[in-house]
């Protein structure tokens, strides 16, 4: 079946603009991660829904960080006043359930910051 | 959740076992050893996790000290493909605690 998608593959964005960047889960998980990858660095955990809930907001670096999961399938993650700090790869993954020992990684979406 | 350490490359030849340690020395009771591996330009990818038994499955075997302070992740015929970044992490299986704490990895790089 089909796995993690990530909209878009790639994004180039100024200083200061707004970007929304999309993942739609595996079709009946439930948990879905947010996570930032840095080059050369592990990714790095930003939030966690279960259902339509935010579960763990924890990782967000700051408030212009913002994801949402309104229906509890696709989530969108929202930055507002793009940073070039924030360029990364944002990785989304999705799993069954709350204890799931598996995580299944979309491909990533690169934000570029210029 | 407890802290790794793993060597930051290494190499194998195809066709070879590759063997990748952990160290975990404080690893908990109810904490779990996850493998994940990244290859270049995707996503990381579940390979196997155990809590203290040997696992084994279509992928790779997980070995894990008695004490359970380290562990090695086993590749026993590498091939180019299995070129990637592989990521040890120890994890609490329980509500709550589900996000993944990823270190920097051994970078495992297969020779012809």
Excluded at chain 1, 63 to 73: I, L, N
Excluded at chain 2, 48 to 70: P, Y
Aim: aromatic content about 10%; charged content about 20%; glycine content about 10%.
């Amino acid at each position: 079946g089909a796995g993690v998608s990530q909209t878009p593959s790639n994004k180039v964005t100024e200083k200061g603009k707004y970007v929304e960047l999309r993942c739609d889960p595996i079709s009946g998980h439930t948990a879905l991660y947010w996570y930032r990858q840095s080059l050369g660095q592990g990714p790095e955990f930003l939030i966690y829904f279960q259902g339509t809930g935010a579960a763990d907001d924890s990782g967000l670096p700051n408030d212009r960080f913002f994801a949402v999961r309104p229906e509890g399938s696709v989530s969108t993650l929202k930055i507002q006043r793009t940073e070039r700090g924030d360029s990364a790869v944002y990785l989304c993954a999705s799993s069954q359930g709350m204890t799931s020992s598996e995580q299944y990684f979309g491909p990533g979406t690169r934000l570029t910051v210029t | 959740d407890a802290k790794t350490t793993q060597p930051p490359s290494m190499d194998c030849a195809e066709g070879r076992a590759a063997n990748l340690p952990c160290n975990h020395s404080t690893i908990s009771g109810n904490e779990y050893v996850y493998w994940y591996r990244q290859i270049h330009s995707q996503g990381p990818q579940y390979i196997i996790h155990g809590l203290k038994n040997n696992e084994t499955n279509e992928m790779a075997s997980l070995i894990i000290t008695e004490d359970r302070k380290s562990s090695t992740l086993i590749l026993p015929h590498a091939t180019l493909r299995d070129t990637a970044v592989y990521y040890c992490i120890v994890r609490v299986a329980s509500p709550g605690a589900n996000n993944l704490f990823f270190g920097t990895g051994t970078r495992l790089t297969v020779i012809p």
